[in-house]
């Protein structure tokens, strides 16, 4: 089964192709001129994907050395994220299936990451989470954590309130001149300093929950964190902070990471769950993949985080979502594949 995957929800112009449920081909644009407004401009995001969807589909399957009448399935990102980024993937994609009259399956972009644990790429140490499993997906719009089910359905039962995890540390990172995106930059910074420098809020984390009708205590916020450094930096002369930079970022990444930890761990206590997987472009931090795989080995739980190159925006990922949902039967023939659209092409003019 040979799949064409498309990912455009945001500044990531990407395209993938799975052959048999293996990665073969897994291409990514990233879009720098970002870093001049300090975050992302849509209507910029949109135009870049436009200059770029052909090419980069045209590599992906150059790539994985076939052709693209040879696919059975096209895949893309429906939703949610920009909407102006996600409709360019998204008609390209349905463009492309109703000419090839191919299978189109459209993929939900926060399931994707859930289930981008199950990227396969060849590694010999390549093996899948048992169902259930706790999935906590952590990127720069999001911060949920849900328990998912072997027909890929999946309960969230814990979110962010307010800002997501990668937001906090964008946010921050710029108030702290590191640019946009930020989040790289302090991992390497908060690896030469002390965590331990400055204590930043760790918010909701006093009542964590002793029953399974108190889910409101997995939930996540992070604004009152951003203002808490705000309003420490204010404090402090330009001197200091320069001084301190990297011990600044190492304290403001701990209070990220010992929120996040806690609250999944908590959660896979209280549902009994005792396998964990955590994606998103936030999953990538040296400093909370390693918490979690010192935490998880030392109570005996099974812990799968993809590839830093699977974890940020990626079309591998919508690859195989809609790989899993093939082989269960869970999409819909569209009309593209009907005979009416098939002798409309027959037709000779």
Same mark, same amino acid.
């Given at each position: 089964?040979?799949?064409?995957?498309?990912?455009?929800?945001?500044?990531?112009?990407?395209?993938?192709?799975?052959?048999?449920?293996?990665?073969?081909?897994?291409?990514?644009?990233?879009?720098?001129?970002?870093?001049?407004?300090?975050?992302?401009?849509?209507?910029?995001?949109?135009?870049?994907?436009?200059?770029?969807?052909?090419?980069?589909?045209?590599?992906?399957?150059?790539?994985?050395?076939?052709?693209?009448?040879?696919?059975?399935?096209?895949?893309?990102?429906?939703?949610?994220?920009?909407?102006?980024?996600?409709?360019?993937?998204?008609?390209?994609?349905?463009?492309?299936?109703?000419?090839?009259?191919?299978?189109?399956?459209?993929?939900?972009?926060?399931?994707?990451?859930?289930?981008?644990?199950?990227?396969?790429?060849?590694?010999?140490?390549?093996?899948?989470? /048992? %169902?259930? $499993?706790?999935? *906590?997906?952590? @990127?720069?719009?999001?911060? &949920?954590?849900?328990?998912?089910? #072997?027909? =890929?359905?999946?309960?969230?039962?814990?979110?962010?309130?307010?800002?997501?995890?990668?937001?906090?540390?964008?946010?921050?990172?710029?108030?702290?001149?590191?640019?946009?995106?930020?989040?790289?930059?302090?991992?390497?910074?908060?690896?030469?300093?002390?965590?331990?420098?400055?204590?930043?809020?760790?918010?909701?984390?006093?009542?964590?929950?002793?029953?399974?009708?108190?889910?409101?205590?997995? /939930? %996540?916020? $992070?604004?009152? *964190?951003?203002? @808490?450094?705000?309003?420490? &930096?204010?404090?402090?002369?330009? #001197?200091? =902070?320069?001084?301190?930079?990297?011990?600044?970022?190492?304290?403001?990444?701990?209070?990220?990471?010992?929120?996040?930890?806690?609250?999944?761990?908590?959660?896979?206590?209280?549902?009994?769950?005792?396998?964990?997987?955590?994606?998103?472009?936030?999953?990538?931090?040296?400093?909370?993949?390693?918490?979690?795989?010192?935490?998880?080995?030392?109570?005996?739980?099974?812990?799968?985080?993809?590839?830093?190159?699977?974890?940020?925006?990626?079309?591998?990922?919508?690859?195989?979502?809609?790989?899993?949902?093939?082989?269960?039967?869970?999409?819909?023939?569209?009309?593209?594949?009907?005979?009416?659209?098939?002798?409309?092409?027959?037709?000779?003019?």
């Amino acid at each position: 089964m040979k799949i064409l995957g498309l990912e455009t929800s945001c500044d990531e112009t990407s395209a993938a192709v799975l052959i048999g449920g293996k990665v073969v081909s897994n291409l990514i644009s990233s879009q720098a001129l970002h870093q001049l407004f300090g975050g992302v401009v849509p209507e910029l995001a949109s135009r870049e994907h436009e200059r770029l969807i052909v090419p980069i589909t045209q590599q992906a399957l150059e790539a994985a050395n076939i052709q693209k009448s040879e696919l059975d399935f096209i895949a893309a990102t429906a939703g949610p994220g920009l909407i102006g980024a996600v409709m360019v993937g998204l008609n390209f994609a349905q463009a492309l299936a109703f000419a090839l009259r191919k299978p189109f399956v459209p993929i939900n972009h926060i399931e994707a990451h859930i289930f981008s644990t199950f990227i396969d790429d060849g590694t010999p140490d390549f093996s899948p989470p /048992h %169902f259930p $499993f706790l999935s *906590l997906i952590v @990127s720069g719009g999001h911060t &949920l954590l849900a328990i998912v089910q #072997e027909d =890929l359905s999946y309960e969230v039962v814990g979110h962010t309130i307010d800002d997501a995890a990668g937001e906090a540390f964008d946010k921050t990172g710029k108030m702290l001149g590191l640019g946009y995106p930020a989040g790289a930059a302090m991992d390497k910074l908060a690896q030469q300093g002390d965590p331990h420098f400055h204590r930043f809020p760790r918010a909701m984390m006093t009542k964590l929950p002793s029953n399974k009708s108190q889910l409101e205590n997995f /939930h %996540f916020s $992070f604004s009152g *964190l951003k203002t @808490s450094v705000q309003t420490f &930096l204010r404090s402090k002369s330009t #001197e200091f =902070l320069q001084t301190h930079l990297a011990d600044i970022c190492a304290s403001i990444q701990a209070a990220i990471v010992d929120v996040l930890v806690e609250k999944t761990l908590a959660a896979a206590e209280t549902f009994g769950i005792r396998t964990l997987s955590i994606a998103g472009g936030v999953s990538a931090n040296s400093a909370l993949r390693a918490k979690f795989k010192a935490e998880c080995a030392q109570r005996g739980l099974s812990l799968h985080i993809p590839k830093p190159i699977f974890s940020t925006d990626n079309a591998a990922m919508i690859a195989m979502l809609a790989h899993l949902k093939v082989l269960r039967g869970q999409y819909e023939p569209n009309r593209y594949n009907t005979r009416a659209f098939a002798s409309f092409f027959d037709r000779p003019d």
